[in-house]
């Protein structure tokens, strides 16, 4: 196989196994967030603000890639739930940040830990080397999705 045609089918390979990957990461994450009667992406905004800590709205949009009316209904909808709150930022009493009222519950921590006692599983069978070729390409992964879920989110609908 000429090397044109080995660099064309790896590209091939990356690009399938990254729609693979993302497909995966989205169920998983929906499969969670209907633990809590939320959708995936209330969920992963909820746990990005319960490890991160308070923040504005502004900053959860930069965040998330979503734009400022898409984050101001999903706060709307975690504090329905009881799951978040805003309050006044202690640093300026001007500004309003959201902060996470409660930790996971244990169904969702139950089910992220085996997630992360699976994922320990499929490491343990690479070498380091190895294991840093993978998280450069999760790495570079992940900026791209984010680049285009932020490209998509500051879009007009048409």
């Excluded at 992406?41 to 998330?64: C, F, W, Y």
Aim: net charge negative; charged share 20%.
């Amino acid at each position: 196989m000429a090397m044109d045609e080995r660099a064309s089918e790896a590209a091939a390979v990356g690009a399938r196994l990254g729609t693979d990957l993302s497909d995966a990461v989205v169920l998983f994450h929906e499969a969670l967030g209907s633990l809590m009667g939320l959708s995936a992406a209330d969920h992963k905004a909820l746990g990005i603000v319960r490890r991160e800590g308070p923040m504005s709205a502004r900053e959860l949009a930069q965040r998330t890639g979503l734009t400022a009316g898409a984050v101001t209904g999903l706060v709307n909808r975690l504090v329905v739930a009881g799951l978040a709150q805003r309050t006044p930022d202690p640093g300026d009493r001007r500004r309003v940040v959201i902060e996470a009222t409660q930790p996971a519950d244990a169904a969702v921590s139950e089910a992220i830990g085996r997630m992360v006692a699976g994922m320990a599983e499929v490491t343990s069978h690479f070498t380091t080397e190895q294991l840093l070729v993978v998280a450069d390409w999760v790495e570079r992964t992940t900026a791209v999705l984010r680049e285009q879920a932020q490209a998509i989110s500051h879009r007009s609908p048409t």
